[in-house]
């Protein structure tokens, strides 16, 4: 018999081989079942894995992964803080959607004004969406002891409400037949995030999740808020001891997840999807959340798994129109990564010991 | 590495115009895509584009290869799915939903010896771009005097799926054919805001029945609404939307609207082949064929089927338009005058109800 016994402290050496092991199970337990599909899961895994890296159109695809990558990391980095801090902001996919619609507002309200001011404008219309919408539960929680969990997830439904309302209604493009949607931003320079060098794929969302990853790992190894961040995660009764004000903590992890989410949607509007539309979003919110943890919440591990990430959607999509996977294959394949995560961390805490005398 | 040029020049910004002409000589062997908003396996709207598909390689054999791509978010997503599909040698990329109006668009710039179709939409900005669709609410008429005469609440239901021109069209036209035959029907309006998505799609079947709807039509693709009505165990009936869904014969489905693409895309695919292929924008309806009325089963009395037979015939004879005036607005304004029927540029704008639909727009 197996029996899981707790270990002292967490153990290091599955705190960094976790994901690895998470990995390495998903392409081998994926690979049999593209085999038991009748796929050659070798070429299914080089598809998905090595194709985009450094395939016949690699040279599109590498910049596609950034143009995935760019949003996961941005929003993971900001929710990796709030759950080292046992803050778990889940709402983050409405906070992408309110910075991606207060931002466009703000550019759509001045169109066809050409000056430079009116991106970086954008900008910070676009975090301040994203925060206020994080605002709403974390007062909720501090004012009201309500849990910012159920809080923060419900109100992506509002969002997508007003995603709605604003596509069809209030931003809708006046020159767009009663279609909805919004003007493109792609035929508005002074509103527009376009790629910075030409094919590739990096536009200013890209830059400011490397920026904001570094930002980050400053923060919690050097300064005091990333200490009580850490502090309060560990040790919630110490972290009070010490003089963490935890309400201010929740507010302070919050807004930044949320303005970051906002930057996300920002970013995204403006450049690759272009639009406010219906379905704007799709799914970047949520996805970080696995990003987050994937990367062991530790900004440079983050980075590293919001490119994985991208590697399977992109990949992924390769995949399936290259070799006849269905596209739900390639979802199961991706759900797999957040299973066997989950199920090798417990490693992190725990050993497996054989019990005696059955 | 020409490929990569060729992006790379475009992404700059300067237009390539050389490829006019290129492809009059015809070609040997063509490679048709497909980008799909759905699963092949939803049974509605997807899964007839692929029949389509399937149409084109049984009728051009090994002179074609198909390949596709199912469940593509509308956005940033099928820019990229659909340069994939260029840079992978697709001679022709078939998009089919309206959310791929602009990614279609944007991509077609960047390969201007692909053509590009695009379903449902209105912008052709480049000479690659053609556009098609088909005048599904020819079909909504023929299901509206089938709805009007076969309930006995009269309430009537509608879910919709996003309030586009298209969709507005179907139900005012459900509408005004339900209220021809029967004075006193009342439509009731549910939005769903997807195409595909059968847990809400059932919630929202159920809500009409709730409110006493005993015909349901849908604008979204599965097969959700009728395996609600098929709760009710025989009081509620509706229709096959896109797909005939003949699974829910003979009740509830008491017929369908089927969208056939298979003659156009085959129609399309051929012109590359022999060289005759332009740009075009092409909205068939009953008459052309692309908007096919599924078996009306013994569930509904005889002259229910005898009437929905004979606006189904005369439409496809071109005596009867689904808009005829008088009608006006919900507001009470006029839109369409004694005899007068609507232009195609008011459906293809569409954005109210006629007068008698109560309830609002989602603005």
């Known amino acids: ?358 | 590495m020409l490929r990569r040029t060729l992006l790379a020049t475009a992404a700059a910004g300067l237009g390539l115009m050389t490829a006019g002409g290129a492809m009059a000589a015809g070609m040997d062997k063509v490679k048709a895509c497909f980008v799909y908003v759905g699963p092949i396996g939803d049974g509605g709207w997807t899964y007839q584009h692929h029949q389509g598909a399937l149409a084109v390689q049984e009728a051009y054999g090994d002179k074609v290869e198909i390949q596709y791509q199912e469940s593509v978010p509308e956005g940033a997503d099928a820019e990229r799915v659909l340069t994939q599909m260029a840079l992978g040698g697709c001679n022709i990329i078939f998009t089919t939903s309206f959310g791929y109006m602009d990614p279609t668009n944007a991509v077609a710039a960047k390969f201007p010896d692909v053509k590009f179709e695009h379903a449902t939409g209105f912008k052709r900005e480049h000479p690659n771009v053609s556009t098609y669709n088909a005048r599904f609410y020819e079909g909504r008429a023929v299901q509206g005097t089938i709805a009007g005469m076969m309930t006995k609440s009269n309430k009537i239901g509608y879910i919709g799926s996003f309030p586009i021109p298209e969709v507005m069209n179907g139900i005012n036209a459900y509408y005004l054919a339900a209220k021809k035959v029967n004075p006193n029907v009342e439509l009731s309006v549910v939005w769903a805001f997807t195409w595909f998505d059968p847990a809400k799609e059932a919630d929202s079947a159920k809500a009409l029945i709730d409110q006493g709807v005993d015909v349901i039509a849908a604008h979204t693709d599965s097969t959700a609404p009728l395996a609600e009505a098929a709760k009710a165990g025989g009081a509620v009936i509706g229709f096959g939307q896109a797909s005939d869904m003949e699974a829910y014969k003979p009740s509830p489905r008491v017929s369908s609207i089927i969208d056939n693409w298979a003659p156009y895309y085959v129609e399309r695919v051929g012109a590359l082949l022999d060289g005759t292929y332009e740009q075009s924008d092409v909205w068939a309806g009953i008459a052309g064929g692309e908007v096919l009325i599924g078996d009306i089963t013994d569930a509904v009395p005889a002259e229910v089927k005898a009437a929905a037979e004979k606006v189904r015939d005369d439409i496809a004879a071109g005596t009867l338009h689904p808009f005829t005036g008088p009608i006006k607005k919900q507001d009470g304004s006029d839109w369409l005058a004694e005899g007068a029927t609507a232009p195609d540029g008011d459906l293809l704008g569409m954005n109210f109800y006629v007068e008698g639909i109560t309830g609002d727009i989602p603005k």
């Open chain 1, 1 to 358: 018999m197996l029996r899981l016994e707790k270990r002292p402290n967490p153990s290091r050496f599955w705190l960094y081989a976790t994901p690895v092991v998470a990995v390495v199970l998903t392409m081998f337990f994926g690979g049999l079942l593209f085999a038991l599909m009748g796929t050659n899961p070798f070429a299914v895994i080089r598809t998905i894995f090595w194709d985009p890296l450094f395939g016949e159109f690699a040279f599109y695809l590498r910049g596609q992964l950034l143009v995935k990558a760019g949003p996961l990391i941005l929003i993971a980095i900001g929710l990796s803080l709030g759950f080292r801090a046992g803050i778990w902001n889940i709402g983050a996919e409405g906070q992408y959607i309110m910075g991606a619609i207060c931002g466009a507002a703000v550019g759509l309200a001045v169109y066809p004004t050409e000056n430079r001011l009116i991106f970086p404008l954008m900008i910070l219309a676009g975090a301040f969406g994203g925060w206020a919408w994080a605002m709403i539960p974390a007062i909720l929680k501090t004012r009201f002891n309500t849990n910012e969990i159920l809080v923060s997830l419900m109100l992506v439904y509002v969002a997508q409400t007003i995603l709605a309302k604003a596509s069809t209604g209030f931003l809708k493009n006046p020159e767009g037949m009663g279609f909805p949607g919004s003007r493109n931003f792609s035929g508005y320079p002074a509103a527009a995030n376009p790629e910075l060098i030409a094919g590739s794929g990096l536009h200013w969302g890209g830059v400011a999740a490397l920026i904001v990853a570094v930002a980050a790992w400053v923060l919690l190894s050097r300064h005091i808020i990333g200490f009580q961040i850490r502090l309060s995660g560990q040790a919630p009764r110490a972290a009070r001891f010490h003089g963490v004000n935890p309400s201010r903590l929740v507010v302070l992890c919050m807004g930044l997840s949320g303005a970051l989410a906002g930057l996300a949607g920002l970013f995204e509007v403006t450049g690759p999807a272009g639009q406010i539309s219906i379905d704007f979003n799709v799914g970047y919110g949520f996805t970080a959340i696995i990003v987050a943890f994937l990367g062991r919440l530790n900004p440079i591990g983050i980075v590293l798994a919001g490119v994985l990430m991208a590697l399977t959607y992109v990949g992924g999509e390769m995949a399936s129109t290259n070799l006849r996977l269905p596209a739900a294959a390639i979802q199961v394949f991706q759900g797999m990564l957040l299973f066997f995560l989950l199920g090798v961390d417990v490693l992190t805490n725990y050993r497996i010991r054989m019990a005696k005398g059955g």
